[in-house]
Protein backbone atom coordinates (compact mmCIF):
# COMPACT_ATOMS: atom_id res chain seq x y z
CA UNK A 1 0.00 0.00 0.00
CA UNK A 2 0.89 3.37 -0.15
CA UNK A 3 1.52 6.25 2.42
CA UNK A 4 -1.27 7.75 4.18
CA UNK A 5 -0.05 10.92 2.43
CA UNK A 6 0.13 9.65 -1.16
CA UNK A 7 -3.06 8.37 -0.61
CA UNK A 8 -4.54 12.09 0.61
CA UNK A 9 -2.39 13.73 -2.24
CA UNK A 10 -4.31 11.46 -4.94
CA UNK A 11 -7.46 12.16 -2.79
CA UNK A 12 -7.14 15.65 -3.11
CA UNK A 13 -6.97 15.44 -6.82
CA UNK A 14 -9.62 13.30 -7.48
CA UNK A 15 -11.81 14.60 -5.38
CA UNK A 16 -11.09 18.57 -5.94
CA UNK A 17 -9.59 19.37 -2.38
CA UNK A 18 -8.66 17.62 0.92
CA UNK A 19 -10.83 17.85 3.86
CA UNK A 20 -11.58 16.22 6.46
CA UNK A 21 -13.74 13.75 4.72
CA UNK A 22 -11.13 12.73 2.66
CA UNK A 23 -8.16 12.01 5.80
CA UNK A 24 -11.27 10.13 7.14
CA UNK A 25 -11.92 7.64 3.89
CA UNK A 26 -8.31 7.25 3.37
CA UNK A 27 -7.43 5.95 6.65
CA UNK A 28 -11.00 4.14 6.81
CA UNK A 29 -10.16 2.19 3.74
CA UNK A 30 -6.04 1.87 4.35
CA UNK A 31 -7.38 0.55 7.75
CA UNK A 32 -9.98 -1.83 6.11
CA UNK A 33 -7.42 -3.29 3.62
CA UNK A 34 -5.11 -3.90 6.09
CA UNK A 35 -7.43 -5.75 7.96
CA UNK A 36 -7.98 -8.25 4.95
CA UNK A 37 -4.19 -8.56 4.33
CA UNK A 38 -4.74 -6.95 0.81
CA UNK A 39 -2.05 -4.67 0.18
CA UNK A 40 -1.99 -3.97 -3.25
CA UNK A 41 -5.57 -2.81 -4.23
CA UNK A 42 -5.08 -1.76 -7.70
CA UNK A 43 -2.21 -4.27 -8.60
CA UNK A 44 -2.26 -7.72 -8.14
CA UNK A 45 -5.39 -7.73 -5.33
CA UNK A 46 -7.41 -5.02 -7.74
CA UNK A 47 -10.32 -8.37 -8.56
CA UNK A 48 -10.33 -9.40 -4.71
CA UNK A 49 -12.40 -6.25 -3.20
CA UNK A 50 -15.76 -5.33 -3.16
CA UNK A 51 -16.55 -2.39 -0.73
CA UNK A 52 -20.05 -0.84 0.41
CA UNK A 53 -20.01 2.43 1.36
CA UNK A 54 -22.64 4.09 3.31
CA UNK A 55 -22.79 7.77 2.09
CA UNK A 56 -22.35 10.05 -1.00
CA UNK A 57 -19.78 12.86 0.24
CA UNK A 58 -16.15 13.42 0.79
CA UNK A 59 -15.23 10.29 2.47
CA UNK A 60 -16.55 8.41 -0.04
CA UNK A 61 -14.32 9.98 -2.98
CA UNK A 62 -10.96 8.62 -0.31
CA UNK A 63 -12.14 5.20 -0.23
CA UNK A 64 -12.45 4.66 -4.18
CA UNK A 65 -8.76 6.12 -4.96
CA UNK A 66 -7.47 3.82 -1.62
CA UNK A 67 -9.22 0.37 -2.86
CA UNK A 68 -9.40 1.19 -6.78
CA UNK A 69 -13.20 0.19 -6.13
CA UNK A 70 -15.64 1.80 -8.82
CA UNK A 71 -19.40 1.89 -9.83
CA UNK A 72 -18.55 1.58 -12.93
CA UNK A 73 -15.91 -1.50 -12.30
CA UNK A 74 -19.09 -3.06 -10.10
CA UNK A 75 -16.60 -3.06 -7.06
CA UNK A 76 -18.26 0.10 -5.69
CA UNK A 77 -21.66 -0.57 -4.01
CA UNK A 78 -23.26 2.40 -2.59
CA UNK A 79 -26.35 1.92 0.33
CA UNK A 80 -27.53 5.94 1.12
CA UNK A 81 -27.63 5.26 4.94
CA UNK A 82 -25.99 8.95 5.71
CA UNK A 83 -22.80 6.93 7.65
CA UNK A 84 -19.41 7.36 7.19
CA UNK A 85 -18.86 3.95 7.06
CA UNK A 86 -17.67 1.28 4.48
CA UNK A 87 -17.67 -2.82 4.63
CA UNK A 88 -14.80 -4.74 2.63
CA UNK A 89 -15.33 -7.80 1.22
CA UNK A 90 -12.54 -10.25 0.11
CA UNK A 91 -14.64 -11.82 -2.72
CA UNK A 92 -11.29 -14.49 -2.50
CA UNK A 93 -11.59 -15.80 1.25
CA UNK A 94 -15.45 -14.20 1.73
CA UNK A 95 -14.40 -12.92 4.84
CA UNK A 96 -15.87 -8.92 5.52
CA UNK A 97 -14.91 -6.14 7.54
CA UNK A 98 -17.30 -2.74 8.33
CA UNK A 99 -15.75 0.19 9.94
CA UNK A 100 -17.44 3.32 10.76
CA UNK A 101 -16.06 7.09 11.77
CA UNK A 102 -16.90 7.07 15.78
CA UNK A 103 -18.85 10.32 16.29
CA UNK A 104 -16.47 11.18 19.40
CA UNK A 105 -13.96 11.84 16.70
CA UNK A 106 -14.96 15.51 16.17
CA UNK A 107 -14.74 16.22 20.05
CA UNK A 108 -11.17 14.61 20.20
CA UNK A 109 -10.31 16.68 17.55
CA UNK A 110 -10.98 20.22 19.39
CA UNK A 111 -9.61 18.72 22.30
CA UNK A 112 -5.96 17.84 20.54
CA UNK A 113 -6.36 20.79 18.90
CA UNK A 114 -8.12 23.87 20.79
CA UNK A 115 -5.67 26.55 18.84
CA UNK A 116 -6.74 25.62 15.68
CA UNK A 117 -10.52 27.51 15.35
CA UNK A 118 -11.27 26.41 11.57
CA UNK A 119 -13.56 23.21 11.98
CA UNK A 120 -12.54 21.54 9.23
CA UNK A 121 -8.34 22.26 9.76
CA UNK A 122 -8.72 20.99 13.30
CA UNK A 123 -10.11 17.69 11.67
CA UNK A 124 -8.10 17.06 9.38
CA UNK A 125 -4.66 17.44 11.86
CA UNK A 126 -6.41 15.78 13.99
CA UNK A 127 -7.67 12.69 12.00
CA UNK A 128 -4.21 12.19 11.16
CA UNK A 129 -2.87 11.93 14.66
CA UNK A 130 -6.02 9.95 15.71
CA UNK A 131 -5.16 5.92 16.55
CA UNK A 132 -7.47 4.09 14.73
CA UNK A 133 -9.15 2.23 17.54
CA UNK A 134 -10.17 6.15 18.69
CA UNK A 135 -11.25 7.12 15.31
CA UNK A 136 -13.14 3.88 14.21
CA UNK A 137 -15.32 1.26 14.73
CA UNK A 138 -14.51 -2.57 13.62
CA UNK A 139 -16.98 -5.54 12.98
CA UNK A 140 -16.14 -8.51 11.37
CA UNK A 141 -19.50 -9.37 9.26
CA UNK A 142 -20.58 -11.54 6.45
CA UNK A 143 -21.90 -10.44 3.49
CA UNK A 144 -23.67 -12.67 1.25
CA UNK A 145 -23.08 -11.29 -2.46
CA UNK A 146 -25.24 -13.07 -5.14
CA UNK A 147 -23.39 -13.70 -8.45
CA UNK A 148 -24.88 -10.46 -9.95
CA UNK A 149 -23.13 -8.26 -7.80
CA UNK A 150 -19.56 -9.72 -8.72
CA UNK A 151 -17.39 -7.28 -10.93
CA UNK A 152 -17.49 -8.96 -14.16
CA UNK A 153 -20.95 -10.81 -14.24
CA UNK A 154 -22.44 -11.34 -17.13
CA UNK A 155 -25.91 -12.07 -17.23
CA UNK A 156 -28.71 -12.52 -19.05
CA UNK A 157 -30.76 -8.80 -19.96
CA UNK A 158 -33.87 -8.61 -20.11
CA UNK A 159 -36.79 -5.96 -21.63
CA UNK A 160 -39.64 -3.97 -19.65
CA UNK A 161 -43.05 -5.53 -20.95
CA UNK A 162 -44.15 -1.73 -19.61
CA UNK A 163 -41.41 0.66 -20.91
CA UNK A 164 -38.94 -1.44 -23.52
CA UNK A 165 -35.57 -0.76 -21.73
CA UNK A 166 -33.19 -3.09 -20.94
CA UNK A 167 -32.45 -4.28 -17.71
CA UNK A 168 -29.09 -5.89 -16.27
CA UNK A 169 -28.11 -7.72 -13.24
CA UNK A 170 -31.11 -9.47 -12.52
CA UNK A 171 -32.30 -6.20 -11.95
CA UNK A 172 -36.30 -6.90 -13.25
CA UNK A 173 -39.45 -7.49 -11.44
CA UNK A 174 -41.50 -10.54 -12.09
CA UNK A 175 -45.08 -9.80 -11.50
CA UNK A 176 -48.20 -11.54 -12.93
CA UNK A 177 -46.45 -13.43 -15.48
CA UNK A 178 -44.25 -10.18 -16.73
CA UNK A 179 -40.99 -8.55 -16.76
CA UNK A 180 -41.12 -4.82 -15.42
CA UNK A 181 -38.52 -2.81 -14.56
CA UNK A 182 -38.30 -1.51 -10.96
CA UNK A 183 -39.32 2.47 -12.52
CA UNK A 184 -42.46 0.66 -13.98
CA UNK A 185 -43.42 -0.84 -10.66
CA UNK A 186 -43.08 2.28 -8.78
CA UNK A 187 -39.43 2.30 -7.64
CA UNK A 188 -39.24 5.74 -9.25
CA UNK A 189 -36.96 8.46 -8.32
CA UNK A 190 -38.26 10.85 -10.99
CA UNK A 191 -41.80 11.38 -12.10
CA UNK A 192 -42.24 11.64 -15.51
CA UNK A 193 -43.98 14.95 -16.85
Known amino acids: ?6 YLRNAEQAHGHLCAGQVLGVRLAMLGLQKLGIDDPQGKDRKRLVTFVEIDRC ?6 V ?12 FRDWGKVAATFVDVNSGRAIRIAAKESSKGLARQMHPEISDKNQQQMLAYREIADDDLFTTQWVK ?16 VCDECGEGISFRREVRMSGRVLCRSCVGERYYEPI
Open 143 to 158: VDLPPEEFPGYKGERV
Open 66 to 77: VTGCRLGKRALK
Open 1 to 6: MKSLDE
Open 59 to 64: ATDAVA
